[in-house]
């Protein structure tokens, strides 16, 4: 491991990357709900069914579910720099050719290559982030990332808003383009951006890494520090180096805490209107819209917190906290079915805040609990597995709706959310203050040393 970059002062380089790598998870938000608003127009323009809005809302997740695991190992193999502007290309392209469609099933085509080139964006740009940034950094800037996708899906539904107001329902081809600008405009932003220093040295490339964090952090560093650990030589990579201890725990760990979080999340941004229409929301497409973007600013704005608690608390304590307390409004909308639309705004603004923990933690857990040669094999995977809760959260919620009804629905949210917590409950590591790609004893195999916050590195 580099203690060089570990205990490296915090420059604008960072900063700009830290930016840069923000653009996945922004698009990510701003396309998977954009579509919610874009729902609307569509809807009756195209005469779509309900199980036809359930396939279009899933397409774009079952893609990242696809891309996730293929496009991390791939990552791994032929360096993070490589496929850091391919992947924003495609999603330029799929966004300009989603005004044409026409068919039920070249917009869920679209949106599943959308689902492809986001999902291979979150191991190439955490991962290279995480191999950059100094060890005391590192939790914050990488909870930073989900920031970015709150702050793409506010940016959503601000603009689906301002676009019902200007050209009305209709104007849903304008909503679905809007992604290209954005696309571009990180596109400049990504120009220059360099390679992993670890993953070069991790490939025998050990004078490219000396001279590229000579160039990007002013500083000499040993060649020898930069290079993976010997004890990790001759081992399986990829996906069968996920399946050994102590890995395995860690990748079912990172893996089901994320999908149970974001199952219940992702169907509540993409179908928001239609729930707040549930809890008696006055109908039209202006109040449900805002009511939905009030709610994805308060999942933004929980965020902020637990970046500062993550660090001070600890990582294992805030995200068994942060899930024990989320339950506590689902249920209750869960069995208060009729409660009043503003009693309903105010129990999902509540759980979107409190959403913020594992929020901040879902790329954090999978970069500091893994090592270079698979660290953007185990994001891929964790986000893969995420996207099958999140695909069938938002496949099924339209039909719960109609056909179990508000309640039930709520009280299946809370369950998946309380397997959760106890998924954390027994598996969740302490990772703060670690040098990256440290936490590789015995803590993950026995379970006790894991859950002691180990001494800040420096």
């Excluded at 490219?208 to 560093?221: F, I, P, S, T």
Aim: charged share 15%; aromatic share 8%.
């Amino acid at each position: 491991m580099s203690r060089t970059i570990d205990n490296a002062p915090y420059t604008a380089f960072h900063r700009r990357l830290a930016l840069a790598c923000s653009g996945g998870p922004l698009l990510d938000g701003y396309i998977l709900s954009i579509v919610g608003v874009a729902l609307i127009g569509m809807r009756p323009e195209l005469g779509l069914s309900t199980a036809e809005v359930s396939l279009i809302g899933a397409a774009a997740l079952v893609g990242m579910f696809v891309g996730g695991a293929l496009f991390g190992v791939l990552t791994d193999k032929i360096g993070r720099e490589v496929m850091y502007t391919a992947d924003l290309l495609v999603m330029v392209a799929c966004s300009v050719l989603s005004f044409w469609v026409d068919t039920v099933w070249a917009i869920a085509v679209l949106r599943f290559v959308l689902g492809l080139a986001v999902a291979a964006d979150y191991p190439i740009a955490t991962s290279l982030l995480a191999e950059w940034l100094p060890a005391r950094d590192r939790g914050r800037l990488l909870g930073q990332q989900i920031i970015a996708w709150y702050a793409g899906s506010v940016l959503a539904y601000v603009t689906g808003y301002l676009f019902l107001r200007i050209g009305g329902p209709g104007s849903w081809r304008w909503m679905l383009a809007s992604s290209a600008v954005l696309c571009v405009v990180f596109l400049v932003i990504r120009r220059g951006s360099p390679e992993s220093p670890r993953w070069l040295a991790a490939h025998g490339r050990v004078g490219d890494a000396v001279r590229v964090v000579e160039k990007h952090l002013g500083v000499r560093v040993d060649g020898r520090e930069l290079m993976p650990d010997p004890a990790e030589a001759g081992r399986p990579g990829g996906l069968r180096l996920l399946m050994t201890q102590p890995y395995r725990r860690r990748t079912l760990f990172c893996g089901l805490f994320f999908l149970c979080q974001v199952g219940p999340l992702f169907a509540m941004l993409t179908f928001g209107p239609q729930i707040l229409a549930s809890f008696g929301m006055p109908g039209g497409t202006v109040l449900e819209t805002l009511g939905t973007g009030l709610v994805s600013l308060v999942f933004l704005l929980g965020c902020f917190p637990a970046l500062r608690l993550i660090d001070t608390w600890g990582r294992r304590p805030v995200i068994i906290w942060s899930f024990a307390l989320m339950i506590v409004p689902l249920a209750l909308l869960g069995v208060w079915p009729a409660a009043p639309a503003a009693v309903a705004v105010i129990a999902l603004c509540a759980y979107a805040f409190l959403c913020g923990g594992p929020n901040v933690l879902d790329w954090t857990y999978p970069n500091e609990l893994f090592p270079t040669e698979i660290r953007a094999t185990a994001v891929g995977v964790a986000t893969s597995v995420s996207r099958i809760g999140a695909a069938v959260g938002t496949y099924l919620l339209p039909l719960s709706l109609s056909g179990l009804g508000t309640g039930p629905t709520m009280l299946i949210a809370a369950a998946t959310t309380a397997v959760g917590l106890l998924v954390c409950v027994l598996w969740a590591e302490e990772t703060r203050g670690t040098a990256l790609g440290a936490a590789k004893g015995a803590g993950a195999a026995t379970g006790v040393s894991a859950r002691r916050a180990p001494e800040p590195v420096g």
